[in-house]
């Protein structure tokens, strides 16, 4: 059985970059000769990205495919912890993971990338980056006032106080999807039946099939949940 390929405690940052990991999960990627896809969750902070994702990564496990998961807080503290929050370095974040997914991707792998994106442009960007593989925009539909209740952390809280500039969903704006592949509702339904629905699309569109070899899910496969502003 093969492992997921992972973004490690270990991994260095952006000016300490390593390509041989990189090698190592873009040969993964391809491994089984399937056809690849980025599935790009974006939504406002706390709307439910990273738990859909993970629920999805395990669900694509469990059929027999290999998988990656970018998570964009991740990313940022691992290999861009010199980046801020403006709207250039936001855009410099989110065109990093669009490069990495699109290696994966056209190397045949699936990949799951989970970021605020805020900024239409920004992910139109990573589209036109990734594509002709595939690629799909998922739109995590949070309210405002249900991520807020959500944020365990007190972030959108304390942007409110003036404490964070640039907060999405405050003082910083959020650009929805015009025509997303896939809207979720994290209010009605749970991230298990949103992960599904991401699953069945992939499948129908013969990206996703069953009989492959197994893969084994491990427990660093996120390094933790995301909850920030990225």
Not at 140 to 159: I, Q, S
Request: charged share 25%; proline share 5%; hydrophobic share 45%.
């Amino acid at each position: 059985m093969r492992t997921v390929p992972v973004f490690r405690e270990d991994s260095p940052g952006l000016d300490g970059w390593q390509p041989a990991f990189l090698d190592d999960a873009l040969a993964l990627a391809g491994a089984d000769g399937r056809g690849g896809v980025c599935v790009w969750l974006t939504g406002l902070p706390c709307s439910g990205k990273t738990t859909t994702a993970l629920a999805l990564a395990a669900g694509i496990v469990g059929q027999g495919r290999q998988v990656t998961l970018l998570d964009g807080d991740i990313v940022r503290a691992q290999f861009a912890r010199g980046l801020g929050f403006s709207r250039a370095e936001r855009d410099a974040n989110v065109h990093f993971v669009g490069r990495v997914a699109a290696e994966m991707a056209w190397r045949g792998g699936i990949v799951i990338c989970a970021l605020v994106s805020p900024y239409a442009a920004a992910r139109d960007r990573v589209r036109g980056l990734v594509e002709p593989a595939g690629f799909v925009e998922v739109f995590v539909d949070t309210p405002l006032e249900v991520a807020e209740a959500r944020d365990v952390k007190g972030m959108y809280a304390r942007a409110r106080r003036g404490e964070i500039a640039g907060f999405t969903g405050v003082n910083d704006p959020y650009e929805a999807p015009l025509r997303p592949e896939i809207t979720l509702d994290t209010v009605g339904r749970t991230p298990a039946e949103n992960a599904a629905r991401i699953a069945r699309y992939i499948q129908e569109k013969g990206w996703l099939r069953d009989g492959a070899a197994g893969a084994v899910l491990p427990e660093n496969f996120v390094l933790a949940a995301g909850k920030g502003n990225t």
